[in-house]
């Protein structure tokens, strides 16, 4: 049996999302209990000249669905990253799932070979097939930010463990 883009993106990325939902909700707990408003989670880094939780979270959003829109050939969804309190983050990666888990199979198998040109501010687009584009480059991004969101909240006190990442 082979792998499909399909199987190989929309439900990862839709796992992680959801795991990411379960570490906030934990996280809006840890500020309760602790008596803290989770506005200070937003600024977060791990080091000063990285970007904060917030950027964290939109990058998280915009890797997950911009894979899916590219891979399904599909215009990407503008979203303005105007999150400013910890809810909006919340809805930002609820939307994200939702839209992950809108796109069918139909519309994103076959697309190992499609070309996938990423625009950078500085330069040249990066070029891809879509396999190529969904291993060597979406998921490595997506899962860098979701492992710094992570990290984070775990900094911050959070009670959070392998499994809470791996999903149970």
Not at 85 to 97: E, G, H, S, Y
Not at 134 to 163: C, I
Request: proline share 5%; net charge neutral; charged share 25%.
């Amino acid at each position: 049996m082979t792998i499909t883009m399909h199987a190989a993106s929309a439900p990862v990325f839709a796992r992680m999302l959801g795991n990411m939902l379960n570490w906030m909700e934990a996280a809006k707990a840890h500020a309760e209990a602790k008596k803290f408003d989770t506005a200070n989670y937003l600024g977060l880094r791990l080091a000063p000249d990285m970007l904060p939780f917030k950027n964290q979270i939109q990058i998280c959003s915009d890797a997950a669905k911009g894979c899916i829109a590219r891979l399904a050939g599909q215009a990407v969804p503008s979203w303005p990253d105007d999150e400013v309190t910890f809810d909006d983050l919340i809805a930002r990666v609820r939307k994200t799932r939702d839209y992950v888990l809108s796109v069918s199979a139909a519309e994103i198998d076959g697309s190992e070979d499609r070309a996938i040109e990423i625009p950078r501010r500085t330069g040249d687009p990066l070029k891809f097939s879509g396999l190529d584009y969904l291993r060597g480059f979406a998921m490595p991004n997506f899962y860098f930010h979701a492992t710094t969101t992570y990290a984070l909240l775990r900094h911050a006190g959070v009670s959070l463990g392998k499994m809470d990442f791996l999903g149970k």
